[in-house]
């Protein structure tokens, strides 16, 4: 038998199965392609807070929200968040920032144990009879009463920070023991007190740097280490840290605490330069203007560092005088220096509100004599909303069509569907508001309104016959035009109290009229029946006592149409 014949059932088993595995493999992949991104550590913008979540900008299309309660206190706008992925459902992504802080935690932990470092932490509960609950970086580790050290009364009050040193960790169930007096014990006691015999709060020191953390960077200060939080590196929120700080590097400081007893040197650098505020409200004012770099751009504005640690927010309704506002990449870059206005400075909350248009032109201080109410102009509709259409009425300004304004016809169920945008059309200035920089337009102004023209048509005393639309308890309605009624009141009926409307009137009869008056602001026509023999009469008199035989000019036209019609 040929073995390598391909055509063979051994070769043709071996293909199979090459394929079966092939397929399986991609399968494979394709099954963790899905599933990627469950679980992974990202770092997100905070760009809203609405109720119970708070909604993350994290570089894709979908929305991240993660749980008001994972935050000890509400993150503001821009503010960098850690979280960990936990799901993708439609439309949106599920963050934890309380699982992202438990993994850095316990990887902090984790390095502390490796190399020996203190870990400091907070009692936050009992446990009868036997120890305390100590919390740090979001874990709970067990501290046993045996371990606590001098003044155990003292320890147990909530909310006090103390250093502990780890004395066993679980990596299954990320749980731990720490003693604090351990770590007392292994305190050199001479070192502390050379220390102490040295610095106190408030000088400047040399320190060595022995670690960098996530949270700071480890000094040596007579051999004592110290901790220099990243909060106390710079006055700029978040600022990164890491890629300034060389193990071995020296680095001036400045004592911010001296604690011997619980072991804790706390020390800064930006306490040795003057805080931006204290500046700010030395050297800033309101209406001033300032000079400042962009430093980030979102949804609703520009940040702009003026100082170092200082910046204030241009609102995207301060980039423009435009209406509809832009958004912030469409008028600035990042990186970008730009010149704006103080708006406002509130020194306690340490908030800095600027404008960028209050140094530009503005087009309604500016505006042409064409732009005055009563005049017809042209324009194209820039946009069309529920309650009207906004048209262009020069550059950078427009004016509002309200919906209410744009026909007569009160047939047209949605005027809004005689109006596209981009659409010319002229319209008429109704109201020209400078202050509240509003200027008010109508289309259906461009034609009179239609009962001034009947009631122009058809002053008082004009005689008019028509057809009985409809009968009601206090009158009768009578089509004067096609589309427009008249109401003959009960009390311009002869003897229309003592009489059953519906025994003398049908819908569709015709009956002759007078006209009493028509109101064109209220859209209402009055007529009368018993008064239009009198007015015949009138009519008939005015006509012989012309002397030059003219028709009357009240309404000898209706009059010859009446006749005609007996």
């Avoid at 110290?226 to 071995?248: H, V």
């Avoid at 004009?462 to 427009?484: A, C, D, H, N, Q």
């Amino acid at each position: 038998m040929n073995s390598t014949n391909p055509s063979s059932p051994k070769n043709e088993t071996t293909s199979f199965g090459e394929l079966l595995e092939k397929w399986e493999s991609q399968s494979q992949a394709q099954e963790q392609e899905n599933s990627a991104g469950k679980g992974t550590l990202i770092e997100g913008t905070v760009v809203d807070v609405i109720g119970d979540t708070v909604f993350l900008d994290i570089g894709e299309k979908l929305e991240a929200r993660v749980p008001r309660e994972d935050f000890s206190e509400t993150p503001k706008r821009g503010e960098k968040v850690s979280a960990i992925i936990k799901k993708r459902v439609d439309g949106y992504c599920v963050l934890s920032k309380k699982e992202a802080d438990q993994r850095v935690g316990w990887e902090t932990i984790k390095d502390a144990s490796q190399n020996g470092y203190p870990l400091s932490g907070k009692i936050v509960g009992e446990v009868k009879n036997k120890g305390y609950l100590v919390e740090s970086e979001g874990i709970q580790l067990f501290l046993p009463a045996s371990h606590v050290g001098v003044r155990f009364k003292e320890s147990t009050e909530g909310g006090k920070e103390f250093s502990f040193k780890i004395i066993e960790l679980n990596e299954k169930t990320r749980t731990g023991v720490v003693s604090r007096k351990t770590l007392l014990d292994e305190i050199n006691g001479e070192k502390w007190e050379e220390l102490l015999g040295k610095v106190k709060v408030g000088d400047k020191v040399t320190g060595k740097v022995v670690k960098i953390a996530n949270f700071g960077v480890f000094l040596s200060v007579y051999e004592v280490v110290g901790l220099l939080r990243q909060n106390d590196i710079s006055y700029k929120k978040f600022a990164p840290f890491k890629q300034y700080f060389n193990i071995g590097a020296e680095v001036e400081v400045i004592v911010l605490e001296v604690d011997k007893e619980n072991n804790k040197l706390s020390l800064g650098i930006k306490q040795l330069y003057e805080d931006p505020w204290a500046w700010a409200k030395k050297e800033l004012e309101k209406g001033m203007v300032v000079r400042g770099i962009v430093t980030s751009l979102t949804n609703f504005g520009a940040f702009v560092e003026l100082k170092e640690g200082l910046e204030g927010l241009i609102h995207t309704t301060e980039l423009s005088w435009a209406k509809k506002p832009p958004h912030p990449k469409d008028v600035l870059k990042k990186g970008q220096e730009v010149d704006s206005e103080i708006l406002d400075i509130d020194f306690e909350a340490r908030r800095l509100s600027l404008g960028l248009k209050q140094l530009l032109p503005n087009p309604w201080e500016a505006l042409s004599a064409n732009v005055r109410a009563g005049n017809v102009l042209e324009g194209k509709i820039t946009g069309i909303t529920k309650y009207g259409a906004f048209v262009e009425v020069e550059s950078g300004i427009e004016g509002l069509i309200h919906i209410s304004d744009i026909t007569w016809d009160e047939k047209e169920k949605n005027p809004l569907n005689l109006l596209k945008k981009g659409q010319s059309v002229q319209y008429k200035i109704l109201d020209v508001n400078l202050d509240a920089q509003r200027i008010s337009c109508g289309l259906k102004q461009l034609s009179e309104h239609p009962y001034e023209a009947l009631r122009k048509k058809y002053p008082p005393g004009t005689l008019v016959e028509g057809r009985v639309k409809s009968i009601v308890s206090f009158g009768v309605f009578v089509e004067v035009e096609p589309g427009y009624e008249g109401l003959v009141h009960i009390s311009e009926i002869p003897d229309g109290r003592n009489i059953k409307l519906e025994d003398l009137y049908k819908v569709g009869d015709s009956v002759r009229t007078v006209v009493v008056k028509i109101e064109p602001n209220n859209k209402k026509i009055s007529l009368s029946i018993k008064d239009f023999d009198k007015a015949v009469e009138r009519e008939e008199m005015a006509k012989y006592m012309k002397e030059d035989n003219q028709p009357s000019r009240e309404s000898i036209g209706s009059f010859m149409n009446l006749n005609q019609n007996r």
